[in-house]
């Protein structure tokens, strides 16, 4: 993700406002890495029900 552009001038209300933009460009791509994360979690934690669920079905008199 790009980060903001740096301000061509001088002046310190342009130099806060990339300070602002900045920021808002981290936000976006720490959220994106929260929500990256949660979904492994929650697809890992699928998976471990699956194999649970999988390795104790048993069939009607064979075990």
């Known amino acids: 993700m790009a980060g903001a552009p740096l301000p061509g001038a001088r002046e310190v209300a342009d130099w806060i406002a990339f300070g602002s933009a900045?920021?808002?460009?981290?936000?976006?791509?720490?959220?994106?890495?929260r929500a990256a994360a949660g979904i492994i979690a929650r697809c890992e934690l699928r998976d471990r029900e699956a194999v649970k669920r999988a390795s104790?079905?048993?069939f009607p008199g064979l075990f």
């Open 22 to 33: 900045q920021t808002g460009q981290l936000d976006k791509a720490n959220d994106r890495y």
């Open 56 to 58: 104790t079905r048993k």
